[in-house]
């Protein structure tokens, strides 16, 4: 019978950021098809961009519960993508064109995930 063994490497523990947003915190992105917001996140380098991960919520009711993205809430499809350096939320209607309004004030939480 083979038996394999395992090696862990303790990470630093997961942390979190949070960032209010308020409507006019969005800008129309350049395809014109979407709105999005830059949350500068300084402890995403390039060594966590290249091993690390990120999730985001957000929170539409002062953070009595999260809601993971991407995901479809009120018609707005949100989406995000990270580098070095921030965070950048993606806003659009569900069918794809530019939303009719930024989104309502709602807050962001980032929970970043350290890997080796």
């Given at each position: 019978m083979a038996s394999c063994t395992k090696q862990y490497t303790?990470?630093?523990p997961n942390?979190?950021?949070?960032?209010?947003?308020?409507?006019?915190n969005w800008t129309t992105t350049a395809s014109g098809t979407?709105?999005?917001?830059?949350?500068?996140?300084?402890?995403?380098?390039q060594y966590f961009t290249?091993?690390?991960?990120?999730?985001?919520?957000?929170?539409?009711?002062?953070?009595?519960s999260y809601e993971?993205?991407?995901?479809?809430?009120n018609s707005i499809s949100f989406s995000y993508v990270y580098?070095?350096?921030g965070v950048v939320l993606y806003a659009q209607n569900a069918n794809g064109t530019l939303p009719a309004s930024a989104p309502t004030a709602l807050t962001a939480k980032i929970v970043l995930i350290p890997s080796n």
């Open positions: 303790q990470v630093v942390q979190t950021v949070y960032a209010d947003l308020t409507p006019t979407a709105d999005s917001v830059l949350i500068n996140t300084p402890v995403i380098d290249d091993h690390g991960g990120i999730d985001v919520y957000f929170t539409f009711d002062n953070g009595n993971q993205i991407p995901e479809v809430y580098t070095a350096g």
